[in-house]
């Protein structure tokens, strides 16, 4: 028997166990350093229950009790900072700083940031008229039960971008991590259950293809599913969620183009791309993921980039001189080499890369790839890895047809010095977020979410907010 140890559900403010446990691997070895509870269906519906059973008191609670525990939670997340960062490199294999400061610091202190900015949101009542006739107002209530699934690329953080919204508008949660990172969001949960009330915070987690995710997402006592993950899987939910009508938001995968103009200081502008495309080895929805250059520039570009792609420490995460470390799991690993492989025959010349690192984790070189265009697997599709396509462009106007042709719709950027010309060039990205001069930074004030196949609805701010609750419009005759 392993002596590893083993992380537990928790169902109704109680640790579950199940009959069987799973491996958690750690990428950067590709040895297992953790089991987990491998739970099933009754799991599914013994935490439906109980999520079903501390709705009401949860809901009836005031704004300012559920904000005052949120900011609580906060404090907490805080408190075990060190231990989560480790955590969170130990399963996902993310350097504890990492290359532009993107590592595990940056999950469990972004961690904090939305904890502490959702405690602080609300939504009030908004009176759309009010005179001698009537008074209408729009109240916001909550759904309540939520089930959260999540993918392993940032498992605490997109945890908690699922999981305090939905508490804050007075929701109870049933939370799913990926059977390959459930670790960091098992420990984080058992902290929560501390400060929250039995039920209004459930984990239930299963092993590779168990019947957990899609029992979730047909389950009658579930009212909203937020997900975060493939747009595969997103479609699959969707399909499940139809019977019972659940609220759905899904945050789906990307392939944002990156726009460089050739106004743009190559020498200023090239470590900022750079970090876009890499950081956490390109792993992350809002990466970007095709980075189209301006002929003036290309060459200058490409050798700037090719520089900083052979100057960075892949190794470790736990070894702090590293900034990127391995691919997260070994399938990812190889849909980056069949990517590869495929630009390969396409005619892609690799500026560098290209290949695994030596070593037994799941290493891979960062690799540039030159001379492709639409039509080839890794302009077309989400590569999600360290693999950047540099395509070449002539004509502003034109790219920027070329870049919204892409069933893909989460977010895109522009790169250049005339504001004036990248905010008009913005309106015209089919994508949920544009960023000028930078790329994928998000934050917790500021709404996030995709168009077209990346997605449905949005979340942070107090537009993610109010998806987690419904409306009751109310009308008051006066005479
Ligand atoms: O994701 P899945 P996978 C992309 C990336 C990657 C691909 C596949 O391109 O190569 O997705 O990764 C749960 N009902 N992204 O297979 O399947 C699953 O257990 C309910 C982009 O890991 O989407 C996990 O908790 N749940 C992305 C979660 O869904 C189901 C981040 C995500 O797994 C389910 C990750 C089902 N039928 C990968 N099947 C991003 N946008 O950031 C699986 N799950």
Same mark, same amino acid.
């Given at each position: 028997?392993?002596?590893?140890?083993?992380?537990?559900?928790?169902?109704?403010?109680q640790?579950?166990?199940?009959?069987?446990?799973?491996?958690?691997?750690?990428?950067?070895?590709?040895?297992p350093?953790?089991?987990?509870?491998?739970?099933?269906?009754?799991?599914?519906?013994?935490?439906?229950?109980?999520?079903?059973?501390?709705?009401?008191?949860?809901?009836?609670?005031?704004?300012?009790?559920?904000?005052?525990?949120?900011?609580?939670l906060?404090?907490?997340l !805080?408190?075990?900072m060190?231990?989560?960062?480790?955590?969170v490199?130990?399963?996902?294999?993310?350097?504890?700083?990492?290359l532009?400061?993107?590592?595990?610091?940056?999950?469990?202190?972004?961690?904090?940031?939305?904890?502490?900015?959702?405690?602080? @949101?609300? @939504?009030?009542?908004?009176?759309?008229?009010?005179?001698?006739?009537?008074?209408?107002?729009?109240?916001?209530?909550?759904?309540?039960?939520?089930?959260?699934?999540?993918?392993?690329?940032w498992?605490?953080?997109?945890?908690?971008?699922?999981?305090?919204?939905?508490?804050?508008?007075?929701?109870?949660?049933?939370?799913?991590?990926?059977?390959?990172?459930?670790?960091?969001?098992?420990?984080?949960?058992?902290?929560?259950?501390?400060?929250?009330?039995?039920?209004?915070?459930?984990?239930v987690?299963?092993?590779a293809?168990?019947?957990?995710?899609?029992?979730?997402?047909?389950?009658?006592?579930?009212?909203?599913i937020?997900?975060?993950?493939?747009?595969?899987?997103?479609?699959?939910?969707?399909?499940?969620?139809?019977?019972?009508?659940?609220?759905?938001?899904?945050?789906?995968?990307?392939?944002?183009?990156?726009?460089?103009?050739?106004?743009v200081?190559?020498?200023?502008?090239?470590?900022?791309?750079?970090?876009?495309?890499?950081?956490?080895?390109? !792993?992350?929805?809002?990466c970007?993921?095709?980075?189209?250059?301006?002929?003036?520039?290309?060459?200058?570009?490409?050798?700037?980039?090719?520089?900083?792609?052979?100057?960075?420490?892949?190794?470790d995460?736990?070894?702090?001189?590293?900034?990127?470390?391995?691919?997260?799991?070994?399938?990812?690993?190889?849909?980056?080499?069949?990517?590869?492989?495929?630009?390969?025959?396409?005619?892609?010349?690799?500026?560098?890369?290209?290949?695994?690192? #030596?070593?037994?984790?799941?290493?891979?070189?960062?690799?540039?790839?030159?001379?492709?265009?639409?039509?080839?697997?890794?302009?077309?599709?989400? !590569?999600?890895?360290?693999?950047?396509?540099?395509?070449?462009?002539?004509?502003?106007?034109?790219?920027?047809?070329?870049?919204?042709?892409?069933?893909?719709?989460?977010?895109?950027?522009?790169?250049?010095?005339?504001?004036?010309?990248?905010?008009?060039?913005?309106?015209?990205?089919?994508?949920?977020?544009?960023?000028?001069?930078?790329?994928?930074?998000?934050? #917790?004030?500021?709404?996030?979410?995709?168009?077209?196949?990346?997605?449905?609805?949005?979340?942070?701010?107090?537009?993610?907010?109010?998806?987690?609750?419904?409306?009751?419009?109310?009308?008051?005759?006066?005479?």
């Open positions: 028997m392993s002596e590893l140890p083993i992380y537990p559900m928790l169902i109704a403010g640790p579950v166990l199940a009959a069987t446990s799973f491996e958690v691997i750690n990428p950067a070895t590709a040895a350093f953790a089991r987990a509870a491998a739970g099933d269906a009754s799991h599914v519906e013994a935490a439906v229950a109980a999520a079903r059973a501390a709705f009401p008191a949860w809901a009836a609670r005031s704004d300012t009790e559920r904000s005052r525990l949120i900011g609580v906060a404090e907490v !805080q408190a075990n060190p231990e989560l960062m480790r955590l490199t130990l399963e996902t294999g993310k350097p504890v700083d990492g532009n400061h993107v590592g595990a610091g940056m999950e469990v202190g972004g961690a904090i940031a939305w904890t502490q900015v959702t405690s602080q @949101l609300d @939504l009030p009542v908004e009176v759309i008229q009010d005179n001698a006739e009537a008074r209408v107002e729009v109240h916001r209530k909550p759904l309540g039960v939520v089930a959260s699934i999540t993918p392993w690329n498992p605490l953080m997109i945890a908690i971008w699922h999981i305090m919204p939905a508490l804050r508008a007075g929701n109870t949660v049933v939370l799913k991590p990926s059977e390959l990172t459930p670790v960091t969001t098992a420990r984080f949960v058992e902290l929560a259950n501390a400060v929250l009330p039995p039920g209004v915070l459930n984990l987690m299963g092993a293809g168990s019947e957990v995710g899609p029992a979730m997402t047909i389950h009658p006592g579930i009212d909203k937020v997900f975060t993950g493939s747009t595969a899987t997103g479609r699959k939910i969707m399909g499940n969620a139809a019977a019972t009508l659940k609220r759905l938001t899904l945050e789906l995968g990307g392939n944002d183009a990156g726009i460089v103009l050739p106004d200081e190559v020498k200023a502008v090239a470590p900022k791309l750079f970090a876009a495309a890499f950081h956490n080895n390109g !792993q992350t929805c809002a970007l993921k095709r980075l189209y250059v301006h002929e003036s520039i290309y060459e200058a570009l490409c050798a700037e980039l090719l520089a900083l792609a052979q100057a960075v420490k892949v190794g995460g736990l070894d702090p001189a590293c900034q990127l470390g391995p691919i997260q799991n070994r399938m990812q690993l190889e849909k980056v080499e069949a990517i590869a492989e495929a630009a390969r025959r396409q005619g892609g010349q690799f500026l560098c890369g290209g290949e695994r690192l #030596p070593g037994s984790g799941y290493f891979y070189a960062p690799t540039i790839v030159a001379g492709l265009d639409e039509g080839s697997q890794l302009v077309d599709e989400e !590569q999600f890895g360290p693999i950047l396509p540099v395509i070449r462009y002539v004509d502003v106007d034109e790219v920027v047809v070329r870049a919204n042709r892409n069933s893909n719709g989460l977010g895109g950027s522009i790169w250049t010095r005339d504001l004036d010309r990248a905010a008009a060039l913005a309106l015209r990205l089919e994508c949920g977020t544009v960023w000028v001069n930078e790329h994928g930074a998000v934050q #917790p004030d500021a709404p996030f979410g995709g168009i077209k196949q990346s997605g449905l609805g949005v979340e942070f701010g107090r537009h993610g907010l109010a998806e987690f609750t419904s409306i009751q419009t109310i009308k008051m005759m006066k005479a």
